[in-house]
T-cell receptor
């Protein structure tokens, strides 16, 4: 059974800092891994999706890496801004058996970027 | 191309009433997933459906909960005889062709049980 853990649970940084959010998963046989952003009381916005055959994906100031062998993914945010304040979720998709179609989510990292 | 739509966005029910949550997938998507986010908890998978078929309902509570995705119309998540513990945000996602495609999420329905 896949389990996903995110560290830290909360992070507060000053504007302009580069930061790293961590995600670890127990079952390395993932098909892909997604990073989402969730604003308070809102839905999920997909940020990046990394296929199992990829090592990283980039979109603007965001870079996500994937290391299947160690069961880890990181989300790197460059030059953070107050508008980046949100909860960041990672979710793993496994392909085998009873995992088909189920995203397994971490508990999230609550990010606050203060001016 | 409209995204995944869910309605209502907010739903208030008294204990014992029924709640019906609707999800219209993105155009061209034939796979729908429901997830629940309980207060102070992460999102948990509930059910995976294709048109007229339940593919996996392993995350659904055994009683009072049911889901359908008919040939025509939206997917419905139905909760009978709601209890306070059902208060949560319910999110629907859709994908185009298979259960391995990227899932796109709707804005969620926030259910409050009084």
């Amino acid at each position: 059974k896949q389990e996903v853990t995110q560290i830290p649970a909360a992070l507060s940084v000053p504007e302009g800092e580069n930061l790293v959010l961590n995600c670890s998963f127990t079952d390395s046989a993932i098909y892909n891994l997604q990073w989402f952003r969730q604003d308070p009381g809102k839905g999920l916005t997909s940020l990046l999706l990394i296929q199992s055959s990829q090592r990283e994906q980039t979109s603007g100031r965001l870079n996500a890496s994937l290391d299947k062998s160690s069961g880890r993914s990181t989300l790197y945010i460059a030059a953070s801004q107050p508008g980046d304040s949100a909860t960041y979720l990672c979710a793993a998709l496994n392909a085998g058996g009873t995992s088909y179609g189920k995203l397994t989510f971490g508990q999230g990292t609550i990010l606050t970027v203060h001016p | 191309n409209a995204g995944v739509m869910q309605n209502p966005r907010h739903l208030v029910r008294r204990r014992g009433q029924e709640a019906r949550l609707r999800c219209s997938p993105m155009k061209g998507h034939s796979h729908v997933y429901w997830y629940r986010q309980l207060p102070e908890e992460g999102l948990k998978f509930m059910v995976y459906l294709q048109k007229e078929n339940i593919i996996d309902e392993s995350g659904m509570p055994k009683e009072r909960f049911s889901a359908e995705f008919p040939k025509e119309g939206p997917s419905i998540l139905r909760i009978q005889q709601v209890v306070r513990g059902d208060s949560a945000a319910y999110f629907c996602a859709s994908s185009p062709r298979t259960g391995l495609d990227e899932q796109f999420f709707g804005p969620g329905t926030r259910l409050t049980v009084l």
